[in-house]
């Protein structure tokens, strides 16, 4: 109430200043109403309110995403027992846009705006239906102050009829119940997720049906097709029509559009993700040369054409949006980890000696480029072969498990220090140098297995510069990206060190435009190191939170990266040395940019210790909520809230965005039956990367968060809970071919997912009602704020209608 108070106050302010400069320049009228009633029949009417708007201006919608904003428009009508409001009002499709005078996204009309409520009329006798309706109108620059317009319509006395009404000089109908035109609804499938909804009108012989398009309220009621908002659903432009018959009407007095015999109107539309069907409904009038009848409006319902329908009462398996994301960022992740690998001294000075071993010991320079392709491609297959054996070694479910196991994270922590330590300088990881000596030996055979193993031996050679990188992208392949995470890592990895030799042989002029080795290629490493030192702990937070420790918190975390990232900086401005570092006498030019960038990322670093929400690394440091003070600096939000009817509600403490959440299924669905509201099930993982990405970047959008505050129970089940269950529910279970004893909380809860939805990967979104069935899809990982609003959306719709 304080809100819109606030907000009215605001607006008057606004027309107070702007009103008398107003007045001295023009009186504004931008909008003209006008009004007309068609009687369907003896019980029902339609109420015509129409708004005819000047270019440039705008009315505004029912429904505002704020009271902070504008006014909504409003209808409100007198009661009377002479007739009753059918259903609500009827609104045409809105414009949303960004509103320059509100600094907001908004919903209005332009041109024109008809609005439509139907009534039950309860009385045979003449009455009349008044009311009041409220609005306001903008252009670009200014605003009008809101404005009341009365309004009447009149009802004549009736007599009962089922076919009509008739109309005055015209005869009654005599032949029985009259219906001259009959509907085809179809979807045609112009691919692309592109579709034509086509509606059918054939008319009976002597009818016709009017227009879309009428120029006079005071004639026949237009054609009008409405259709249903689902979530997917995206109109594109106007329902069009064929070119209709023009001419004199007798029964009105006045020239209209009209068809006969048959009529084709066709509405393109797409489907963004999720629309099954396409509903809605079409009103019409339709006469002859003496009478005229209303039927209802014609609903209709339409499968899309290759798109299997959505049983809300089934469990459906979510849709797994997360692999093709994550594997694209593998694969550029791993081809900028390869050109990294080329500007290391193990494999940089190899490029030109390499390109000129090829081009002069071939005949031909054709010969001489094949060979070098030959060799690109002979890297390629070696660095995906390593992937590929990465996979097969470990298996898909080790793969997978790596993410939330601790002891796996802990080893990932420690193979990283020790990457980053060799990278300082303090040890080279090498081969033994007998194995590399015969692979170097088999080089020297020619032909195609002399450059594959000529390849072969540059892997070996260059494995002191290259080993870390390799094993921190198989590390994070595996991690993220599941079973493919290593192959599509290794590919990306070897096609960035390999595209240099192929290129450079085929256009060997390029290799004088390549810089001289020399001591730059070691502060390359070095500054891998630091990289590699920070990822490390990235995988030490994973087990910490696995185990909730509560060692490495969130502050803890970006303490350490702000130390690691600061003395990389220092590092670049040459504030000290490293072994085999040369000298530096000034810095270059490209060395002190990255070295401003590196202390701007350290700057940025700083405010996440109070708090703030460092989106840039989303996913890398614990959840806001695992640190010190959950709540943010200086926060007193008190633990304990009690929900309605006196029930202790779980507190906000270790729930993302201090939400109200419970941990338990049990008592969360007893506590969503006593508030009367759905529930929404979060399974997710205190190592899940993606879970968190979730949570900082779309739970903490304020549409997406209020929905979770007002309309949800939030049920978050840990599958990665390391806490043992009681003994009396370590049982054995079943997931098809394996059997398994559930030991930990995490168990428990992962085993629900598998066994109820056919899903292990998190995170993943349910929402149920009380007897815990789907009211909508399952959702998982999308970073697609306005996609999960509808989601939410739909589910809270699904509910409200299974439980009115």
Same mark, same amino acid.
């Given at each position: ?325 994550? !594997? +694209?960022?593998? *694969?550029? @992740?791993? =081809? &900028? %980890?390869? /050109?990294?690998?080329? $500007? ?70 420690? !193979? +990283?220090?020790? *990457?980053? @330590?060799? =990278? &300082? %300088?303090? /040890?080279?990881?090498? $081969? ?70 192929? !290129?450079?042989?085929? *256009? ?297």
């Amino acid at each position: 109430m304080f809100v819109r108070f606030t907000a009215f106050l605001s607006l008057l302010t606004l027309f107070a200043i702007a009103l008398p400069t107003s007045l001295a320049a023009q009186i504004y009228d931008p909008v003209t109403w006008s009004f007309s009633v068609d009687v369907h029949d003896d019980e029902g009417a339609t109420l015509v309110l129409q708004a005819d708007i000047q270019k440039g201006w705008h009315v505004y919608a029912t429904e505002l995403p704020s009271d902070d904003g504008p006014i909504a428009t409003s209808f409100e009508f007198e009661s009377s027992g002479a007739y009753a409001l059918d259903g609500k009002i009827q609104e045409p499709k809105y414009i949303t846009k960004f509103d320059p005078n509100f600094d907001m996204e908004l919903n209005f009309h332009d041109n024109q705006a008809i609005f439509r409520q139907k009534v039950r009329l309860l009385s045979p006798e003449a009455f009349t239906i008044k009311g009041m309706l409220t609005f306001m109108t903008c252009d670009d620059e200014k605003c009008l102050p809101p404005e009341d317009v009365d309004f009447s319509f009149d009802i004549p006395a009736r007599e009962s009829s089922a076919q009509g009404m008739a109309i005055p000089g015209s005869q009654p109908p005599a032949d029985g119940i009259l219906e001259p035109v009959k509907w085809d609804f179809s979807i045609e499938d112009e691919g692309n997720n592109n579709y034509v909804f086509v509606a059918k009108a054939t008319i009976d012989e002597h009818w016709h049906l009017y227009s879309q398009h009428l120029e006079s309220l005071d004639g026949p009621i237009p054609t009008e097709f409405l259709f249903e908002q689902e979530p997917g659903l995206e109109l594109v432009g106007a329902v069009e029509e064929p070119t209709p018959i023009t001419a004199y009407d007798p029964i009105f007095e006045m020239t209209v559009s009209y068809f006969d015999k048959e009529a084709e109107f066709r509405q393109k539309f797409k489907n963004t993700g999720g629309l099954t069907a396409l509903k809605g409904s079409v009103g019409f009038m339709v006469c002859d040369n003496e009478r005229c009848i209303f039927p209802d409006p014609e609903e209709f319902s339409r499968s899309l054409p290759g798109v299997e329908a959505v049983d809300s009462e089934a469990v459906i398996a979510p849709t797994p949006t997360t692999p093709d994301r994550s !594997l +694209l960022g593998i *694969f550029i @992740i791993a =081809f &900028f %980890g390869g /050109f990294a690998a080329l $500007l290391t001294p193990c494999v940089f000075p190899m490029i030109p000696m390499t390109v000129s071993f090829f081009t002069k010991q071939s005949k031909t320079k054709a010969k001489g480029v094949t060979n070098a392709m030959i060799y690109a491609m002979s890297i390629i297959f070696i660095y995906v072969l390593l992937g590929f054996g990465v996979t097969v070694i470990f298996g898909a479910d080790a793969l997978n498990a790596m993410s939330t196991n601790v002891w796996f994270n802990l080893a990932f922590f420690l !193979l +990283l220090v020790v *990457f980053a @330590i060799s =990278f &300082f %300088g303090a /040890f080279e990881i090498t $081969l033994p140098s007998s194995f590399i000596n015969k692979v170097d030996r088999n080089a020297d055979r020619g032909g195609l297995i002399g450059i594959f193993f000529m390849a072969f031996t540059l892997a070996l050679v260059s494995f002191s510069c290259t080993g870390p990188i390799i094993g921190t992208l198989l590390v994070e392949a595996a991690y993220v990206g599941g079973k493919s995470g290593p192959l599509v890592g290794m590919f990306g990895f070897s096609l960035a060190l390999a595209l240099p030799f192929g !290129l450079f042989a085929a *256009f060997p002029g390029w290799l004088n435009s390549l810089p001289q080795s020399g001591g730059w290629l070691n502060s390359v490493k070095v500054v891998l190191g630091f990289l590699e030192l920070a990822l490390a702990f990235k995988f030490l937070s994973n087990a910490d939170l696995v185990v909730q420790a509560g060692i490495i918190t969130r502050e803890v975390f970006i303490a350490i990266w702000i130390a690691v990232f600061g003395v990389m900086a220092l590092y670049l401005f040459g504030a000290f040395r490293l072994p085999h570092d040369s000298p530096i006498e000034r810095l270059s030019v490209g060395r002190l940019l990255f070295g401003i960038l590196t202390v701007t990322f350290t700057i940025y670093l700083i405010p996440g210790l109070w708090g703030a929400p460092l989106k840039i690394i989303s996913g890398f440091p614990p959840p806001m909520f695992y640190s010190e003070s959950p709540d943010g600096f200086g926060s007193s939000t008190a633990v304990v809230q009690v929900g309605e009817g006196g029930t202790p509600v779980k507190s906000g403490k270790g729930c993302p965005h201090n939400l109200q959440c419970f941990k338990d299924y049990d008592e969360g669905l007893a506590y969503a039956k006593e508030v009367g509201k759905p529930v929404l099930l979060d399974f997710t993982g205190w190592a899940c990367v993606n879970c968190r990405k979730m949570e900082e970047q779309v739970w903490s959008h304020p549409d997406v968060l209020s929905r979770l505050r007002e309309d949800v129970v939030l049920i978050s089940l840990y599958v990665d809970d390391k806490r043992a269950l009681p003994a009396e529910e370590q049982v054995e279970v079943t997931i098809g071919s394996k059997t398994r004893t559930l030991k930990t909380i995490g168990n428990k809860w992962s085993h629900f997912q598998a066994d109820r939805y056919q899903s292990n990967s998190q995170p993943l979104y349910v929402l149920m009602d009380h007897n815990e069935q789907n009211l909508v899809e399952p959702t998982a990982y999308d970073l697609d704020v306005q996609r999960y609003v509808d989601w939410l959306d739909a589910g809270k719709a699904a509910f409200e209608k299974r439980n009115p």
